[in-house]
């Protein structure tokens, strides 16, 4: 059973723009703070930003001011706007639910992030 679908990756210049989408099964999405996590390279996947299920937000310090988070709760999905976007930010994204110090599914196939000139 398919319970996270990313989508919306790509590549782009530094300073252009994303959004990418994460199509979450209901029983997750109603139930849990949602989490955008990016994972580059040879690194740790990391936390990006989250939104909890009445809308609050959390982000990542390195993120702050150029992404936003943000779900819809009619369609199950949660979106993460990317501006201003840096080589730096380049990644794999993945959404979860965060279920205590871990998640609440198996990972999803993610969305490749890609940015340079």
């Known amino acids: 059973q398919v319970q996270l679908v990313e989508s919306g990756g790509g590549s782009v210049q530094p300073g252009g723009s994303l959004r990418l989408s994460c199509a979450a099964s209901g029983s997750i999405f109603r139930r849990y703070t949602m989490g955008w996590y990016r994972q580059a390279p040879g690194k740790q996947r990391d936390l990006v930003a989250a939104?909890?299920?009445?809308?609050?937000?959390t982000y990542a310090d390195s993120v702050k001011g150029r992404f936003t988070i943000s779900r819809d709760n009619a369609r199950n999905t949660v979106y993460l706007q990317m501006n201003s976007l840096k080589p730096e930010d380049a990644a794999v994204y993945y959404c979860?639910?965060?279920?205590?110090?871990?998640?609440?599914?198996?990972w999803g196939q993610g969305t490749q992030v890609t940015v340079s000139s």
């Open positions: 939104i909890t299920t009445s809308g609050g937000t």
């Open positions: 979860n639910g965060m279920r205590g110090l871990g998640v609440a599914a198996d």
